[in-house]
C-alpha cells in the first residue's frame, strides 16, 4: 500500500510482499515429495498436474514447498559446482539439531555438513535432498 505524503512522494505504509513459497523442479516429484514427508515431516497438501507436468505441494508448519516434473519441451541442464542462484533453503529445527540430525541420518539422510558451531548463537548442518538440492537445518540459541 502506498501513501502520498506532503511532497507528493509516495511512501510505503507497509510491507508490500512477504515470502509464500519455494519451487522446485525434479525428476520425480512423487518419489521426492515422498522423501520430504518420510525425512522432514512435511504433509502433501495437493496432488495435480500442471501444464503438463506433476506437480506436489507441501506444507511446513506454514512454508509452501511446491516440488514439480518436467514440463515437455524443457531440457534439463547438467549442475556441476557452484552457480549462481539458489544455493540452499533451510528448516529451523526446534529442539536439539544434534538429535534430529542423528534422527535423519538413521533414515539413511546424507549430510555434506555435520552439525557445527557458526557463531556463537548459530549450530548449523546441511544436508542432500532429492535432486540436487541442499538444505540446511539450523538452530538458533535462545529460539523456541
Given at each position: 500500500m502506498h501513501r502520498q505524503n506532503a511532497e507528493g512522494e509516495?511512501?510505503?505504509t507497509e510491507r508490500a510482499i512477504f515470502f509464500?513459497?519455494?519451487?522446485?523442479?525434479?525428476?520425480?516429484?512423487?518419489a521426492a515429495a515422498r522423501?520430504?514427508?518420510e525425512k522432514l515431516g512435511g504433509s502433501i497438501t495437493v496432488t495435480v498436474e500442471v501444464r503438463g507436468a506433476p506437480q506436489v505441494v507441501?506444507?511446513?508448519e506454514g512454508a509452501t514447498l511446491i516440488i514439480r516434473g518436467q514440463r515437455s519441451g524443457e531440457a534439463v541442464l547438467s549442475r556441476q559446482g557452484l552457480q549462481w542462484?539458489?544455493?540452499h533453503f533451510g528448516f529451523n529445527v526446534r529442539g536439539d539439531l544434534d538429535g534430529y540430525c542423528a534422527e535423519l541420518k538413521r533414515k539413511g539422510?546424507?549430510?555434506t555438513v555435520?552439525?557445527?558451531?557458526?557463531g556463537p548463537n548459530?549450530?548449523?548442518?546441511?544436508?542432500?535432498?532429492p535432486d540436487g538440492v541442499i538444505i540446511e537445518l539450523l538452530r538458533r540459541k535462545g529460539s523456541r
Open positions: 509516495n511512501k510505503m509464500d513459497h519455494i519451487h522446485l523442479v525434479s525428476s520425480d516429484p512423487h522423501w520430504y514427508v507441501l506444507d511446513f542462484g539458489v544455493d539422510v546424507v549430510f555435520e552439525p557445527m558451531d557458526f548459530l549450530r548449523i548442518a546441511f544436508l542432500q535432498a
